[in-house]
């Protein structure tokens, strides 16, 4: 009897070990996973404030320019009809 049970209890040691290996592996993918998500977020903050530099630059151009400053259309969105 006591060595049946012996032998369940090292079964279940070594699935306890598998499990937290398991684990650990999830826990370091995780990880990666977030340090990616971050860096992109850092790429989009720096991308939307290249934007807005280049829309600033281009309208103070478009203000510059006598011909351009006559005819300045500012797009709101699709034009068709509804």
């Given at each position: 009897m006591i060595g049946i049970l012996m032998i369940l209890v090292i079964g279940c040691v070594g699935l306890?070990?598998?499990l937290q290996?398991?684990?650990?592996?999830?826990?370091?993918?995780?990880?990666?996973q977030n340090k990616d998500i971050i860096e992109?977020?850092?790429?989009?903050?720096?991308?939307?404030?290249t934007l807005i530099q280049h829309a600033e630059v281009l309208e103070y151009?478009?203000?510059r320019?006598?011909?351009?400053?006559?005819?300045k259309i500012i797009y709101r969105g699709p034009i068709g009809e509804a």
């Open positions: 306890i070990r598998k290996d398991q684990i650990i592996l999830i826990d370091k993918e995780q990880h990666i992109l977020l850092k790429h989009k903050g720096e991308s939307i404030s151009l478009v203000d320019d006598p011909l351009l400053s006559k005819t």
